[in-house]
Antibody
Framework: EVQLVESGGGLVQPGGSLRLSCAASGFTFSTYWMHWVRQAPGKGLVWVSQINPDGSSTSYADSVKGRFTISRDNAKNTLYLQMNSLSAEDTAVYYC???????????WGQGTLVTVSS | QSALTQPRSVSGSPGQSVTISCTGTSSDVGGYNYVSWYQHHPGKAPKVMIYDVSKRPSGVPDRFSGSKSGNTASLTISGLQAEDEADYYCCSYAGSYTWVFGGGTKLTVL
């Protein structure tokens, strides 16, 4: 059974940093593209970032480019999102998701809440 | 990377059909046959219902169907059931390994 479990969320002050993790199991993690998607309170889903299977290629939404870094450790079956220079606009539930192989997300985690507030 | 446009809400009675539209541009919806639809019950993980415009993952009822014309994609749910009540999001590949979601549509089953 495919499982994605996010962790690392919490309360952080504006300007601070946080690193999210996503532990994957039930599939060969090293062969899949992976994504981060977020949802601000009361708002819709927003794509944040993606990474290719070996970690050599990444892409980002304009709103996080230069502040967020996606990475992965295939030996640990774990996806990461390093978030720097956080602002209130980054407050959201962050989901990791597996790419289904045709530019869509086929499995999602339950999400981890990041709150940016003083 | 502007969000795709979806109606904020739609509703229908059990057994009826509803269609949710998703309008983008030639740079996303109109440019690629990579539109997907997600069902999201608050507090739960989103679930893919349609991918590649009209393909259904295994386990998704055939009451769910997708289509596209020009820059607008559509999700149709026929034979509405109470458990279909949820938020629905469209998503399109937008080139250069970027994706864009719609603003979401709240489906109410009356």
């Amino acid at each position: 059974e495919v499982q994605l479990v996010e962790s690392g969320g919490g309360l952080v002050q504006p300007g601070g940093s946080l690193r999210l993790s996503c532990a994957a199991s039930g599939f060969t993690f090293s062969t899949y593209w992976m994504h981060w998607v977020r949802q601000a309170p009361g708002k819709g889903l927003v794509w944040v970032s993606q990474i290719n299977p070996d970690g050599s290629s990444t892409s980002y939404a304009d709103s996080v480019k230069g502040r967020f870094t996606i990475s992965r450790d295939n030996a640990k079956n774990t996806l990461y999102l390093q978030m720097n220079s956080l602002s209130a606009e980054d407050t959201a539930v962050y989901y990791c998701a597996r790419d289904g192989g045709s530019y869509y997300e086929d499995y999602w985690g339950q999400g981890t809440l990041v709150t940016v507030s003083s | 990377q502007s969000a795709l446009t979806q109606p904020r809400s739609v509703s229908g009675s059990p057994g009826q059909s509803v269609t949710i539209s998703c309008t983008g541009t030639s740079s996303d919806v109109g440019g690629y046959n990579y539109v997907s639809w997600y069902q999201h019950h608050p507090g739960k993980a989103p679930k893919v219902m349609i991918y590649d415009v009209s393909k259904r993952p295994s386990g998704v009822p055939d009451r769910f169907s997708g289509s596209k014309s020009g820059n607008t994609a559509s999700l149709t749910i026929s034979g509405l059931q109470a458990e279909d009540e949820a938020d629905y999001y469209c998503c399109s590949y937008a080139g250069s390994y970027t994706w864009v979601f719609g603003g979401g549509t709240k489906l109410t089953v009356l």
